[in-house]
């Protein structure tokens, strides 16, 4: 492969609706699209969401991190040069791992298509196939904002539920109460987004919530794996990492006790594809359990890049996150919005075996 260009831009969307949780609150979508043009004219395209509160990213840094390196993505021409560029310049990339993220899908689905194989099959991994299963997410709007939600959600068969808490305890035990009073049983994970600060204050109010959450995710402040192990311990209910874990070095909190967590992998997060599955990979071997999750407000080519790790570690998998497409986003920038639909599911049998991350991209 040889490149003609490389161009980064931001990419904003407005939402149908603002999405609100304990850390942020936002109306349109924070994204970066990569644009990768080969010497015989193949284009492909690379997303990633910077967020401040989770990576240390903007929209700023992640262009200023593409400008200064630009020039050298030259150098990359096959898979082994790109493997080998991510392993040289491993502390650019935790510094900037959304914005390589969308560089790295773009060289991907030009490699890919280069050499006219899936992603999968260029990574030597499964091809992509059958249905995913995905999880309803709930923020934390007013009630009767969540209320219709909630309904929207059950109406499609959704049994599997994020529910994202404020703090107001009488409103978050409102919410909860329309979710255990639900005539069929649901499975729900709690999100707090580093609400608390202390343990035993975040175990109280989890418990007196009264409910039989399958998971909490990041109750308390960034990386607090001592305080997250005493609520684990008072509630016997594992811990989602999400902003707590963002690369590979971070396993060495978690080695002694495995059974207490479960990773939330993003692959804007994570810095792209490689990292995400070697992330995985040692996740598997430690039988620490994996939540595929996404950003709020990605487009249609994150939902797709997170299928190709989704699809190789399947038996590790205990919730899906994502494809909101187009129910969020006022337009998706591929052909046709990958998205979920009745029950959550998403039928990706129509990618098999097709070349890069098989998008029409006419309205980019």
């Known amino acids: 492969?040889?490149?003609?260009?490389?161009?980064?831009?931001?990419?904003?969307?407005?939402?149908?609706?603002?999405?609100?949780?304990?850390?942020?609150?936002?109306?349109?979508?924070?994204?970066?699209?990569?644009?990768?043009?080969?010497?015989?004219?193949?284009?492909?395209?690379?997303?990633?969401?910077?967020?401040?509160?989770?990576?240390?990213?903007?929209?700023?840094?992640?262009?200023?991190?593409?400008?200064?390196?630009?020039?050298?993505?030259?150098?990359?021409?096959?898979?082994?040069?790109?493997?080998?560029?991510?392993?040289?310049?491993?502390?650019?990339?935790d510094q900037n791992a959304a914005a390589w993220c969308a560089i790295e899908l773009a060289l991907l689905d030009l490699l890919a298509k280069e050499s006219h194989q899936s992603v999968e099959a260029l990574l030597d991994l499964p091809e992509l196939c059958g249905c995913f299963q995905y999880s309803a997410v709930l923020g934390t709007g007013n009630m009767a904002a969540y209320t219709q939600q909630l309904q929207r959600y059950l109406h499609r068969g959704f049994t599997d539920f994020k529910v994202k808490v404020c703090g107001d305890f009488a409103q978050d035990q409102d919410k909860i109460a329309l979710l255990r009073d639900h005539a069929k049983p649901l499975s729900v994970r709690l999100d707090a987004n580093n609400l608390w600060n202390d343990a035993e204050q975040a175990s109280t109010y989890i418990k007196n919530l009264n409910f039989p959450f399958r998971a909490i995710e990041e109750p308390l402040t960034v990386n607090d794996y001592a305080g997250c192990r005493k609520i684990h311990d008072a509630l016997q209910i594992p811990i989602i990492l999400d902003e707590s874990f963002l690369g590979h070095a971070q396993f060495d909190y978690l080695i002694e006790d495995p059974q207490t967590w479960i990773i939330n992998l993003r692959i804007s997060k994570m810095g792209g594809l490689f990292r995400s599955l070697a992330i995985a990979k040692t996740a598997k071997e430690l039988s620490i359990p994996l939540i595929i999750g996404a950003q709020v407000g990605e487009t249609s080519i994150l939902t797709r890049a997170a299928l190709t790790v989704a699809n190789a570690c399947r038996d590790q998998i205990v919730a899906q996150e994502g494809a909101f497409g187009t129910y969020l986003l006022e337009r998706d920038i591929t052909g046709q919005a990958l998205m979920f639909g009745r029950e959550g599911k998403l039928d990706a049998s129509g990618f098999y075996g097709k070349a890069g991350f098989a998008f029409d991209y006419q309205k980019l």
Request: hydrophobic share 40%.
């Open 1 to 93: 492969m040889q490149l003609d260009h490389v161009r980064m831009e931001c990419l904003q969307i407005p939402f149908k609706q603002s999405f609100s949780h304990a850390a942020a609150s936002r109306q349109t979508t924070e994204t970066v699209i990569v644009k990768a043009v080969s010497q015989n004219g193949l284009a492909a395209y690379g997303e990633g969401c910077p967020r401040y509160y989770v990576t240390g990213e903007t929209i700023a840094s992640a262009l200023q991190f593409f400008d200064k390196i630009k020039q050298k993505l030259s150098t990359i021409h096959n898979l082994h040069d790109l493997k080998q560029w991510v392993n040289t310049h491993a502390m650019e990339i």
